[in-house]
């Protein structure tokens, strides 16, 4: 049986399609419970009309090739349109989409396109000015961060088909400086092993003498040195809802030979869960003492450790974590790596385990959590008690924050995910939901007898700032052309309070008081849910209970008169710096306009720069 579409939905489609040769033409057919569109001389495009309140329906291009073809998970318009989604056809002179779950009264059905092209021009008013933010489409956790030839690469977790979460792929950002960044094809698509969820990337090359081999059978490889013939390898998890628990999750190989513009997947997932449902998000890394490959993977609520000679065959080393921390909390997106202490000639460092939680932050949601410590290249040993709690960023965010590898200056780079799971749905913009956080050096420090992890703005953000036209009057600086980025410097003292403000009445207000400095947003502009103004939030008892965000900034930056507060200001963020590093702070904030005055008591020294693009 076939059902032919409207004379209406006909006369669009030849509309949308002057150029081709011959008019496509679509109609439907029953197959089962699959509905199956089908499309002769289709173009590059079927435009999926989307309804982000709608449960998801499945929706594949379906070749004839079973072991190829993946459902994806999209929420069909089935009352009215938000917006359109991309779905590419194939190269064939016909071409089949298959359709699963949706009513045969959706409004879907009458609104398919088709096209050659997709209008990715920004139409958002909240998009940042020099934080990345994909073109359409959902965007979470950073992943696979590395440099090679000349390229930082940022891949992120991206559902192409709609503004909220699901169908994982890679997306993929290339970047010459970390701030200037080029939107690539997806990375690596989901496939019938799963989703694919977070991961990392390491360069690695083949050993002298085995030139030509494939890096999938060679019995070891090494570390890359920026010599021809390196390679991107990449693990990630195919998550698999689908399967029984123990396989659900699962770690995959991939690599690329072409600077990330393709990769090639190994085949099945190689690396499996000890009987645990959550066991993802893995972390390479060259284990020196052990000269081999290392891997860390969030293994429920601990950190296991796995060992390989050739980046396929892992064999399980240690774990860490039983216990540690905030609690209650769930293990993610770790990362791995060591740290020189600033400020002392001791060639010892200090090595680092960042652990994103979710839930468990203590201002709720997600965060991200470290450890300090050491490691024999086996165990890590936390040099802390079980119960010590350090945050890498004291906003709500900050979250899954993981380093490049591979950073040809030897910096330790991070960039986190600017959002936090209480609310990330629920944000003011549809063509495109999330974005990331600055690029930040990390740097180890001590204060009073603890080691500390601290985060500042890369150099070449610094780079980008030059003196803005302000206006000064009694107790405010104001600062024209506000609809550009701004950095602020200025100094505060302890008791100050201070305020970022419009001139429609919205405002950050700012505090340092009994040894935190705070930073509260109630009163910020649009407050997408009552969590993101911290209206829900209940804090443990000798923590406060204001509503904002703080950090103990007199304990991490010693007790002091005046501290040297750095804040960054974009389209709809606000990050703080705090005595170059030592205290960070990251939250969203959605004015109706620029932020374009500072005002307050006990704060001084102020100056204004403009970001320059």
């Not at 360069?203 to 070891?220: C, H, S, Y």
Request: with cysteine; proline share 6%.
């Amino acid at each position: 049986m076939k059902i032919y579409f409207s004379l209406a939905a006909l006369a669009m489609l030849a509309t949308a399609c002057q150029q081709q040769t011959s008019t496509p033409k679509m109609a439907l057919e029953n197959h089962g419970d699959t509905v199956a569109i089908m499309i002769t001389s289709p173009t590059k495009y079927l435009l999926l009309p989307i309804q982000e309140d709608q449960p998801d329906v499945w929706v594949k291009l379906n070749t004839g090739n079973e072991a190829e073809d993946v459902w994806m998970d999209i929420r069909l318009a089935r009352d009215y349109v938000d917006y359109y989604v991309p779905f590419k056809l194939g190269e064939g002179s016909t071409a089949r989409v298959d359709v699963l779950h949706l009513p045969k009264e959706a409004m879907a059905w009458d609104n398919f396109q088709l096209s050659d092209s997709f209008d990715t021009t920004n139409h958002e008013y909240f998009r940042p000015k020099y934080h990345f933010s994909p073109a359409y489409g959902w965007m979470n956790d950073p992943n696979g961060m590395t440099y090679i030839n000349g390229e930082y690469h940022l891949f992120y977790q991206y559902n192409p088909y709609g503004s909220k979460w699901g169908n994982m792929h890679w997306g993929h950002a290339v970047s010459s400086d970390m701030i200037h960044w080029t939107e690539l094809d997806p990375a690596i698509v989901r496939d019938n092993y799963g989703q694919i969820f977070s991961g990392s990337s390491y360069i690695a090359r083949l050993p002298k003498g085995m030139e030509g081999t494939d890096p999938f059978l060679a019995d070891v490889l090494l570390p890359g040195n920026g010599s021809e013939g390196d390679f991107i390898a990449s693990y990630y998890t195919s998550d698999n809802f689908r399967l029984e628990r123990p396989l659900q999750e699962q770690q995959s190989f991939a690599i690329s030979t072409d600077n990330g513009r393709t990769f090639r997947k190994f085949g099945a997932p190689v690396l499996k869960s000890d009987g645990r449902r959550d066991f993802r998000d893995p972390k390479l890394f060259w284990n020196e003492r052990r000269n081999e490959w290392g891997m860390i993977v969030s293994a429920d609520n601990e950190m296991q450790f796995y060992g390989s000679k050739n980046l396929r065959d892992w064999s399980y080393v240690s774990a860490f974590g039983d216990g540690y921390g905030v609690q209650p909390r769930q293990f993610e997106c770790p990362d791995f790596f060591s740290l020189p202490i600033e400020g002392e000639t001791s060639k010892t460092n200090k090595w680092v385990m960042i652990v994103n939680v979710n839930p468990g932050f203590w201002f709720g949601g997600s965060g991200s959590q470290y450890f300090t410590g050491s490691y024999d290249g086996t165990e890590f040993k936390c040099e802390n008690s079980k119960e010590t709690v350090k945050w890498l960023d004291w906003g709500k965010d900050h979250y899954a924050a993981v380093t490049f590898s591979c950073e040809p200056k030897g910096r330790v780079i991070s960039i986190p995910w600017m959002s936090n799971w209480q609310y990330a749905n629920d944000l003011p913009t549809k063509q495109y939901r999330s974005q990331m956080g600055m690029p930040r050096e990390l740097f180890a420090f001590t204060s009073g007898k603890d080691t500390y992890v601290g985060q500042r703005p890369v150099a070449e953000m610094l780079a980008l700032l030059s003196p803005a036209s302000v206006e000064l009057t009694a107790g405010s600086v104001q600062f024209s052309n506000a609809d550009q980025p701004h950095c602020i410097d200025l100094d505060v003292n302890d008791g100050a309070t201070f305020t970022l403000e419009n001139g429609q009445g919205e405002l950050v207000y700012f505090e340092v008081k009994a040894g935190r400095i705070i930073m509260d947003r109630k009163y910020s502009g649009i407050i997408p849910t009552k969590d993101f103004a911290n209206e829900t939030w209940s804090p443990v008892p000798e923590l406060g209970t204001n509503s904002g965000t703080w950090a103990p900034v007199a304990q991490l930056c010693g007790k002091k008169a005046t501290y040297h507060v750095q804040l960054w200001l974009d389209r709809c963020s606000i990050e703080m710096f705090v005595d170059g590093g030592k205290v960070s702070m990251t939250n969203l904030v959605y004015p109706h306009t620029p932020y374009n005055t500072i005002k307050g008591e006990g704060i001084s020294n102020i100056k204004v720069s403009e970001i320059k693009l």
